[in-house]
């Protein structure tokens, strides 16, 4: 079993559709958690960290469940500019694991 | 602020070159990460730093690769000699603790031929 699993999609999605993506983990001693976005040929980038009790940040909203190593991220009123890779990322001291990522294209 | 910044942006080489990827993590931060990545398998952790000293580099693999951190300011990641399966992309990444997130830089396309 990975350490970090996601849906790795593709999901294609019209201009201002939500979406969601779901991510489990296997380390229930994992201390941190965040969503990392990448384009193509880019470096991935934070987008947000992800708090026990949810937290939201514009249009994009994360949930974490510990009980259940479950993480979800949301994005309404989806955007061309949304389109990218979306990597879960769960990190117990410094050993970060990244999922292999979900892809998003919003198409017109 | 200046992020992480890596050099060569892209490098293509032929086989059994010697190849050598640097890093400035930002100042500051005191854990430096190396990663691979390719389509087939993600993104890899290779070794990381902390306070310069290596922590953890299982990922590393195999003896022709090394990398150093000499100073605060500085690492390096070594291929010698390079094979055309190590062609990827590598980041360099740095953080202040534990908690917080890493920060990537552009990364060093290479391509072995």
């Known amino acids: 079993r990975k350490e970090v699993e996601q849906d790795p999609g593709p999901f294609n999605v019209p201009e201002g559709a939500t979406v969601a993506f779901n991510c489990t983990y296997s380390n229930s001693a994992s201390q941190s958690f965040f969503w990392y976005r990448q384009d193509c040929r880019k470096e991935p980038k934070l987008l947000m960290s992800v708090y026990s009790s949810g937290n939201e940040d514009g249009r994009f909203t994360a949930q974490l469940n510990r009980a259940s190593q479950y993480i979800s991220l949301l994005i309404r009123d989806s955007k061309l500019s949304d389109s990218a890779t979306y990597l879960c990322?769960?990190?117990?001291?410094?050993?970060?694991?990244f999922g292999a990522g979900t892809r998003l294209t919003v198409k017109p | 602020d200046a992020g992480v910044i890596q050099s060569p942006r892209h490098e293509v080489t032929e086989m059994g070159q010697e190849v050598t990827l640097r890093c400035k993590p930002i100042s500051g931060h005191n854990s430096l990460f190396w990663y691979r990545q390719t389509m087939m398998r993600g993104l890899e952790l290779l070794i990381y730093f902390n306070n310069n000293v290596p922590i953890d580099d299982s990922g590393m693999p195999e003896d022709r690769f090394s990398a150093k951190m000499p100073n605060a300011s500085f690492s390096t990641l070594k291929i010698q000699p390079s094979e055309p399966r190590d062609s990827a992309v590598y980041f360099c990444?740095?953080?202040?603790?534990?908690?917080?997130?890493?920060?990537f830089g552009d990364g060093t396309r290479l391509s072995i031929l």
């Open positions: 990322v769960v990190k117990d001291n410094n050993d970060m694991r």
């Open positions: 990444a740095s953080t202040t603790d534990s908690y917080q997130p890493q920060h």
